[in-house]
């Protein structure tokens, strides 16, 4: 049973929906937004912030051979990637320190060329709070805390005692692509991290992460955070390059949208007109789906048009088996429908399954153009027993 989890992104959160009927969709508030100049946010796992250090910017950043310390506040839900690296620039990286969250937990590494030194919790702090990491480097003897938790010790291998990083960038929340082999090769296993950041300081020196020099994928940090993968409007996961949904299909998911129409799910045959769509259309939520002769629709229009673009969650369970269809909303509204075509039980493939919406200029199997979701989707399961 295939079991798909979207990845985990901040997203905004809101308050309990109003007692009486809206009478329009909620419209985010941008107060969801943290307010604090000195927090960036990293959103992909190919994000990162590059700060240089040749010039004057060495002063700024001073990372001294034989001693250094570091604090840094951050914040995710993601369980692995990069809280911060530096490396001597060599072909090998063989003298590198830098930080990470492995399932999780924090693991803080460095090499003065002779050994790796690894220290890592034994707790976790992808939680969404805000945490603060502390290391420190004497020689070959390392030291990581979290938050107020007792400290973690270790000690790198070999007899070299001095970290060599030259004039190179220190980079925060993730790696450019042309450092990412060469600093998996030296031990650092995860690319981005999405998360939060802000008051890193590097020997008592505050380095200012609003200003890099260089970055990739960066935008706002919301007070607060939630599981789930937000969709702008404009984008869209091609989950499966190559699918087949088959006789038997179910899917279950949890939305949140400030939008009355939007494309959830999507998969279509391209040399048929064997597909599955899941879309919000003007306040209602339809079902759709053909196994090759017609398409079968279940619908739910809810009463006020308004009440499932509310910004609130809503749970919706759609299952395809052979030629009856179902679908579920809320645990409450269920719908069922059968195609004329009992004999006909299986959608073909394979071709990509979409969620959130389509690549642009795509028109959907009913010859509409596609309105891609806005909103944000959590707790994805797939369930395809025709594969």
């Known amino acids: 049973t295939p079991t798909t989890t979207p990845t985990t992104e901040p997203i905004a959160t ?15 508030g941008t107060s969801s937004f943290d307010p604090a100049t000195n927090i960036v946010r990293t959103s992909t796992t190919a994000s990162y912030l590059q700060y240089d250090r040749t010039g004057t910017a060495f002063r700024d950043y001073p990372l001294y051979s034989r001693v250094m310390m570091m604090t ?19 072909a090998t990286h063989r003298d590198y320190i830098g930080a990470q969250v492995v399932n999780g937990a924090v693991e803080y590494s460095f090499n003065c060329g002779s050994g790796r030194a690894v220290l890592t919790t034994n707790k976790t702090y992808n939680d969404g709070a805000w945490h603060t990491m502390s290391i420190m480097r004497n020689d070959r003897i390392g030291m990581l805390m979290m938050d107020n938790d007792p400290a973690v010790t270790g000690t790198s291998g070999g007899v070299l005692v001095g970290l060599d990083l030259g004039f190179n960038p220190l980079y925060i929340g993730g790696l450019p692509p042309h450092v990412v082999p060469i600093a998996i090769a030296a031990g650092t296993d995860n690319f981005g991290l999405k998360a939060c950041f802000r008051t890193v300081k590097i020997n008592n020196k505050v380095v200012d992460i609003r200003r890099p020099h260089a970055s990739n994928g960066l935008t706002q940090c919301y007070t607060s955070v939630q599981p789930g993968t937000s969709f702008p409007g404009t984008g869209h996961i091609q989950l499966y390059p190559s699918y087949t949904p088959g006789v038997v299909f179910r899917a279950d998911l949890q939305f949140r949208t400030f939008g009355q129409t939007g494309l959830l799910l999507y998969y279509k045959q391209s040399s048929a007109r064997d597909h599955i769509e899941l879309e919000m259309r003007d306040g209602s939520l339809e079902f759709t789906f053909n196994n090759g002769p017609d398409a079968v629709t279940m619908t739910y229009a809810p009463e006020n048009p308004f009440s499932l673009c509310n ?15 179902k679908l579920v909303v809320d645990a409450v509204n269920t719908f069922e429908k059968t195609s004329l075509y009992p004999s006909l039980q299986g959608i073909n493939g394979p071709d990509p399954f979409f969620v959130g919406g389509l690549p642009a200029g795509t028109v959907k199997a009913d010859g509409n153009v596609v309105t891609n979701f806005h ?11 025709g594969q």
């Not at 840094?72 to 060599?90: C, H, K, N, P, Q």
């Not at 910004?311 to 269809?325: E, T």
């Not at 909103?375 to 027993?385: F, K, S, V």
Request: with cysteine; proline share 8%.
């Open 72 to 90: 840094m506040e951050f914040r995710t839900v993601e369980s692995s990637g990069v809280l911060f690296y530096i490396s001597d620039g060599s």
């Open 375 to 385: 909103g944000c989707i959590r707790n994805l399961n797939m369930d395809n027993l």
């Open 14 to 28: 809101t308050s309990p929906g109003p007692t009486t009927p809206p009478v329009a969709c909620a419209v985010p």
């Open 311 to 325: 910004g609130q969650w809503h749970q919706v369970s759609i299952s395809k088996v052979r030629a009856a269809g």
